[in-house]
């Protein structure tokens, strides 16, 4: 079995779809199933982004690559053995390679999506699978007006969900990471992604020209306003291309804006051409706008003093302290707390933002109210 990516020249409805999966049996021959599958569920819209095909088709690589070195069919749904080919792959990977369940679970999902599609095609006459009811928690958000009464009907393989909570960063743990962050490059992307809950991605593609002189907008508030547009020109990207709008403290955009006057030529200086981008790497290149340089550093700058992190964990750091720190010093009742997060960090649904309010048991420190605060003291002394 092999799992290649097709190129430019690969072609749907007339798009060329570089970087698609494309599954071979180990005589060259297409997995022409499996192919068929992928392109169904991968180019009707049913994913939204490209990020996705990679996983999905590692997914179905994985698990006919299990049949194939256990001489399974894919397609022997009437095997008469006690455990169906689905939950003989699930427990594989349990049990023999002892993968973690946030790994198992969107597999085995996929590889359920595919025995669907092969049931709607009639190559096979009957699932490998069952459906069962599951009750689904839904923290009592909106629990009144849920139809299903919080209850899903799911594959009986599918392995149930323990979702673990966010992990974030403490106020002394976030200090040590900006000391250790000596490169005022890096250290600088570190503060962006602590102070505004960015993900890698819009990191990496921020935009130099959305950076301000803020004494230059009148009035004393201690926010300013940014939007996010990926449709403006300036190569800002979000998830689902979606524009929204946050809120930078003055502070920060302060020290942005000296940034990208006094600091940014050190790196824009190594090459000729100009870049959209307010952070660039070594090479005064833009990072790549998967973000995955920037995770790469600010793991290492992690290691050096003994914590592990990534720029998601920077994302729930920002988030959960917020929220806490809002609902503690609320005065204006007009403003709710896990709506503004929710807007902040550009969540679809208000249900992903409500996870951190699980946290907020964790942070009983008063001192979280002076959050952003102490996280401008701590740079400057570091400066």
Known sequence: MHLIW?????????????????????????????????????????????????????????????????????????????????????????????????????????????????????????????????????????????ASGGVKNVPDVMPKARKALPKFLTKDQVKALLQAAVNHHHRIIIRMA???????????????????????????????????????????????????????????????????????????????????PLFLNQNGEPWSADGKGIETMVRKIGNKVGIQTHPHMLRHTYATHTLVAMQRSRVDNRLEPLAFVQKQLGHASIQTTMVYLHLINELADNAVLTYNDELDDWVNEGS
């Open 6 to 146: 097709a190129t430019e020249e690969f072609q749907l409805a007339a798009q060329p779809k570089p970087g698609f999966p494309i599954l071979l049996w180990d005589n060259m021959q297409s997995c022409l199933e499996v192919n068929e599958f992928l392109r169904y569920y991968l180019a009707r819209g049913a994913i939204g982004s490209k990020k996705s095909w990679a996983s999905i088709g590692r997914a179905l690589y994985d698990f006919f690559s299990f049949l194939e070195a256990h001489e399974l069919r894919w397609d022997d749904v009437d095997r008469g053995e006690q455990k169906t080919l689905v939950a003989a792959y699930r427990d594989y990977c349990f049990e023999t390679i002892e993968l973690k369940r946030n790994t198992v679970r969107p597999r085995v999902m996929y590889v359920c999506k595919f025995y669907e599609f092969a049931l709607r095609q009639h190559w096979i006459n009957k699932l490998p699978f069952e459906y069962e009811d599951r009750r689904v928690k839904r923290d009592g958000f909106l629990q009144h007006v849920d």
């Open 194 to 276: 602590l102070q505004t809950g960015l993900r890698r991605e819009e990191l990496a593609t921020f935009p130099l020209a959305y950076v301000f002189e803020p004494s230059a907008i009148s009035g004393t508030a201690r926010n300013v306003q940014v939007t996010l547009d990926p449709q403006d020109g300036t190569g800002m990207k979000t998830k689902g291309s979606i524009e929204r709008k946050i809120w930078i403290g003055r502070r920060l955009m302060q020290d942005l804006h000296y940034y990208a006057v006094q600091r940014r030529g050190e790196r824009a200086a190594a090459t000729d051409r100009q870049h959209q």
